[in-house]
Nanobody, 115 residues
Framework: VQLVESGGGLVQPGGSLRLSCAASGFTFSSYVMSWYRQGPGKERELVASIVNTGGSINYADSVKGRFTISRDNAKNTVYLQMTSLSHEVTAEYYC?????????WGKGTQVTVYS
């Protein structure tokens, strides 16, 4: 199993970023995919999740209306579109794949909002 996040970087407040997580080594279309983040001095927290068909999506209250999770099962990729970025979203963002009791994590991509 391999999950590789990309798309992080430096962005100014109000800006946007799209994170990608490319998956390989498992049946991507069977897994729930999630984005988590861990800010400086904070615990890792769930940002958004999407079921295998894309038919059910959940967001943390703090990102509702600003972030959009999506997936392309043909490309084995899950995305996180982030808009109206503010300083509090600065964190390492991780992709997670889940099926029943199986969980796999990517190594993360850093998002830093600066002004």
């Amino acid at each position: 199993v391999q999950l590789v996040e990309s798309g992080g970087g430096l962005v100014q407040p109000g800006g946007s970023l799209r994170l990608s997580c490319a998956a390989s080594g498992f049946t991507f279309s069977s897994y729930v995919m999630s984005w988590y983040r861990q800010g400086p001095g904070k615990e890792r927290e769930l940002v958004a999740s999407i079921v295998n068909t894309g038919g059910s999506i959940n967001y943390a209250d703090s990102v509702k209306g600003r972030f959009t999770i999506s997936r392309d099962n043909a490309k084995n990729t899950v995305y996180l579109q982030m808009t109206s970025l503010s300083h509090e979203v600065t964190a390492e963002y991780y992709c997670k794949a889940t099926e029943l009791w199986i969980e796999d994590w990517g190594k993360g991509t850093q998002v830093t909002v600066y002004s």
